[in-house]
């Protein structure tokens, strides 16, 4: 039989969506706001790109053009919070001559609801020149989680308005563009805003366009402007702990915000853009890293997580009375292999222990007391869930295990789904208790016992006793031993077998009472080896595991937040040699992302590469990235609130950061000046306002 002369096309295979990347990205923010665009400011309708308001894409487009051709960007970058601007030249409308002699200033102001743009055309040419400035914009008004998993998406069709376009939802999201002096011409694909100009030199031409969000939810913009903390001065010989300081407050600024159940309260979203919302556990850290800097935020977050204390116990949403939540969305959450999560969800076993040592830490750094008196019955009930709900297998030890089918298969911050593995590479089975987790709520146990002798509550003992016995079974199961010494297991198993990879987890135990000073000094030992230590930080995994890959999520990538605490915990230690390798790996990190440090980092070496590899989906800001600045100072002045409102200062030795002066640190409302001078006592003074 002859061959057909027109055989059909090979099928071809449907196209996966995929996660769109972050890392070359810019991006800003003004919480509940934030627009993403490319290096050269434009927002095209590609990948994550887009301006946001909550968790809905409100403009998928906003591609600027000149005379029909896209302007040529020379500079780019944030001007300060919530600002940012473009330069770019205009060659197609420049006058003759190699010089750029036309330019146009793209500048975007973003704040909660509403972002706008100016665009000023101006010229350095003999002859004034002439062009259309264009804006087409496009809105799909998709949720974020949908940008997220890439899914596709449609356009919806503009309606014309008196003085601009707008675009608007079924379930309410909404949002209105205008533009002073525009043409506005609408499709089905969006909608075109013109502007004739005509510049000379001395009289540049400007333009303007705004966009108002609407999106029914749970978030809001804070209640008040200005941010909850001070805002220190820094002298220090290491020039980079100064510079990352200043980024990261910035940062910080623009993740502020309320929730709608708590509106006069004030919490860290916990990152740009996937999880800009509260996350319990994030939020918690970011708070409580903050501390030096005034107590306003984590009092703020504690309320706001006390509004959604668990009650009743409810498997659809982990819900159990006393818990603590792990994130609020304004809907369902459906991700990949089934996912889906309802939008008050509890699935966190940590952040009940952690809130537990936030209100602690607060209360010794100066909250005042009728506001640590106002959260003592969410003490009460979040106690009660750790004796009496944490415990779900009856080991003796907090442990997680989703009883769903489609909650979060790990439950610690390590909560993806491969995370928890033996050295060989096999998933541990659940239920898990997490050797941190063990950690927090010891910590927590003792924190609460202070609380409750300061107060006049009953309690105390049976809290230090319960503390007390944690320890001694926890010495009993977690300890392991292999060539490089004895280490912490990362988890036991179902089986109350300790999981024997070898991971960032126990540096999280360092400072929390859990180990004595021999067993910190063996952990410490462990985690600035050169299978834990990258050079840039502490990797998740150490590099002898078979699942180890150093963009794994979980499994060899640096965390920056899991450094720091790593860091303050050595520091309380007194172990200052270990703190100074992993806080000068952040500090060897943070200009490869302009001291704006992400989410996390490939756990490369410093001699693997230029530089750090970005983790393309890496979110930044991200809440607790940024406040771990802050960890790095308190580490590396060895700070410590006075039961009296005062303030010492042990920096450990040798100093992470060398000779260091801070002023603008606080314990409730008194201002402290530290100077840290390598080889001498630091010297702590009282600073009028």
Excluded at 470 to 484: M, P, Q
Excluded at 571 to 581: D, F, T
Aim: aromatic share 6%; charged share 20%; glycine share 10%.
């Amino acid at each position: 039989m002859d061959a057909d002369p027109n055989p059909a096309p090979p099928a071809t295979a449907p196209v996966q969506p995929v996660q769109p990347f972050l890392h070359d990205l810019l991006v800003t923010v003004r919480a509940p706001s934030q627009v993403w665009s490319a290096r050269d400011g434009q927002v095209h309708p590609e990948g994550v790109q887009g301006v946001y308001h909550a968790d809905v894409r409100v403009l998928s487009e906003a591609v600027v053009r000149v005379d029909g051709a896209l302007p040529e960007p020379v500079t780019a970058g944030d001007t300060g919070p919530g600002t940012f601007e473009v330069t770019s030249v205009l060659r197609m409308i420049d006058g003759p001559g190699a010089d750029p002699t036309t330019m146009l200033r793209r500048r975007r102001t973003v704040n909660p609801g509403e972002v706008t743009e100016e665009l000023e055309v101006s010229s350095g040419t003999d002859a004034p020149v002439a062009g259309r400035v264009t804006v087409h914009l496009a809105s799909d008004l998709t949720r974020t989680e949908a940008v997220k998993q890439g899914l596709p998406t449609d356009p919806v069709p503009p309606e014309r308005t008196p003085d601009g376009v707008r675009w608007s939802a079924e379930d309410g999201a909404d949002v209105v563009v205008t533009a002073p002096g525009a043409e506005v011409e609408t499709d089905d694909g969006g909608a075109t805003l013109a502007w004739d100009v005509q510049v000379s030199p001395g009289q540049p031409a400007t333009v303007s366009w705004s966009a108002r969000s609407h999106v029914p939810g749970v978030v809001d913009a804070p209640s008040r402007p200005e941010p909850e903390w001070s805002v220190p001065d820094i002298e220090a010989d290491d020039r980079r702990l100064p510079a990352l300081v200043t980024r990261s407050l910035a940062d910080l600024e623009g993740l502020r915000m309320s929730a709608g159940f708590a509106p006069t309260e004030t919490f860290l979203a916990a990152g740009a853009p996937w999880f800009f919302t509260l996350f319990g556990r994030d939020s918690i850290w970011a708070a409580r890293m903050l501390l030096p800097l005034g107590t306003d935020l984590a009092r703020g977050t504690l309320r706001t997580l006390a509004a959604r204390q668990g009650t009743a116990s409810n498997p659809a949403t982990s819900e159990q009375p006393g818990k603590i939540l792990h994130e609020v969305r304004s809907q369902e959450l459906k991700g990949e292999g089934g996912m889906s999560l309802p939008p008050l969800y509890y699935g966190t076993v940590d952040a009940t222990s952690l809130w537990i040592c936030l209100l602690h830490d607060a209360w010794r750094w100066g909250m005042a007391r009728e506001d640590v008196e106002g959260l003592l019955p969410a003490l009460d009930a979040a106690l009660g869930w750790m004796r009496d709900h944490g415990d779900a297998d009856g080991d003796g030890f907090l442990d997680y295990a989703d009883s769903t089918g489609h909650g979060l298969s790990n439950q610690g911050w390590k909560d993806s789904g491969d995370s928890i593995q033996w050295k060989d590479g096999r998933l541990a089975e659940g239920p898990i208790a997490l050797s941190e987790v063990q950690a927090y709520a010891h910590e927590a146990a003792l924190g609460a016992a202070d609380l409750l002798d300061a107060f006049g509550r009953p309690g105390s003992q049976e809290w230090r006793a319960w503390a007390a016995t944690l320890k001694e079974r926890f010495r009993e199961k977690f300890w392991l031993h292999d060539d490089g010494g004895p280490y912490v297991a990362i988890a036991l198993d179902r089986h109350g077998a300790p999981v024997d990879s070898v991971a960032s987890n126990m540096g999280h135990l360092l400072g929390t009472g859990l180990l004595d000073p021999d067993e910190e000094k063996s952990v410490a030992r462990r985690l600035v080896a050169p299978d834990m230590s990258s050079g840039y930080g502490l990797r998740t995994l150490s590099t002898t595991s078979d699942g180890y890959w150093p963009l794994g999520y979980h499994r060899g990538t640096v965390w920056t937040h899991d450094t720091a605490i790593a860091v303050l915990g050595l520091a309380k230690a007194g172990l200052g040699a270990e703190a100074g390798v992993l806080a000068r790996g952040l500090l060897e990190a943070a200009p490869h992302y302009a001291y704006q440090l992400p989410e996390l980092y490939g756990g490369n070496t410093v001699d693997d590469g230029p530089g750090p590899l970005p983790y393309p989906a890496s979110c930044h800001p991200q809440a607790w990235s940024a406040a771990s600045a802050i960890a790095i100072l308190t580490a590396a002045l060895g700070l410590d609130p006075g039961p009296d409102g005062g303030l010492t200062a042990t920096p450990p030795t040798p100093s992470p950061v060398g000779a260091l002066t801070v002023d603008g640190l606080r314990v409730g409302a008194r201002r402290f000046r530290v100077r840290s001078t390598p080889g001498a006592a630091a010297e702590v003074e009282a600073i009028a306002d």
